[in-house]
């Protein structure tokens, strides 16, 4: 099995402009960014999609919504910013390590058929 784009960005062997980085998950730009403001949290261990975590994952998946808190306070829109997973093709995830989109700036439009009250 071959790696991931993702994976090849966390082993340095193809360059990103890696925004943040602890030794559990890095942050970048999604390099087609649907706002001014569009990051991915990666987690370094390959997780294909969030469906497939396990319960040993529930600490890192916790980390990984601190460090969107912690950019979205960063680059300033801790106070409107939306939080995508795909999960699965069919949900538009195109790279199977799992990744949480962080997007903000402006009025994001979400599908409507998403958004319930």
């Known amino acids: 099995m071959s790696k991931t784009i993702f994976q090849r960005i966390i082993d340095r062997e193809i360059p990103s402009e890696i925004l943040y980085e ?6 970048i730009k999604d390099i087609a960014p649907k ?5 991915l949290v990666i987690p370094k261990k390959l997780i294909s999609k969030l469906s497939e975590s396990s319960e040993e994952d529930t600490n890192l998946l916790g980390h990984m919504l ?3 808190r912690e950019m979205a306070r960063n680059y300033g829109i801790e106070e409107a910013f939306n939080v995508v997973i795909n999960n699965g093709e069919k949900a538009g995830q195109t790279v199977f390590h799992l990744h949480i989109h962080v997007l903000g700036g402006n009025q994001v439009e979400l599908p409507s058929e998403l ?3």
């Open 115 to 117: 958004i319930t009250d």
């Open 22 to 27: 602890d030794e559990l998950c890095i942050v």
């Open 35 to 39: 706002a001014p403001v569009h990051l």
């Open 66 to 68: 601190k460090i969107v």
